[in-house]
């Protein structure tokens, strides 16, 4: 990789020298950092996502289907689903 910001490497080079770490060590750290907060965040926003949804579909639901046993709804007498 050949990074031509002399930014990216003034803070390369900064982050570097306050962890003791090289500077190839530190962006890769600093990499592996965004990249798990990143996946972190979709992951929140997904259970966020889902959770909206059943709120939605709870709202929408009947009183009678709100109140049925799931496990008579959805399994029979054998305990295979319908």
Do not use: F
Not at 21 to 40: D, F, I, K, P, Y
């Amino acid at each position: 990789m050949n990074i031509k910001n002399p930014e990216t490497h003034q803070l390369a080079r900064e982050v570097a020298a306050l962890t003791g770490e090289s500077v190839t060590g530190a962006v890769t750290e600093s990499l592996r950092e965004r990249l798990e907060r990143l996946r972190a965040e979709q992951r929140d926003g997904l259970a966020a996502a889902l959770m909206a949804i059943g709120r939605d579909t709870a709202r929408r639901l009947s009183p009678e289907l709100k109140a049925a046993d799931v496990d008579e709804v959805l399994y029979g007498e054998d305990g295979l689903p319908h």
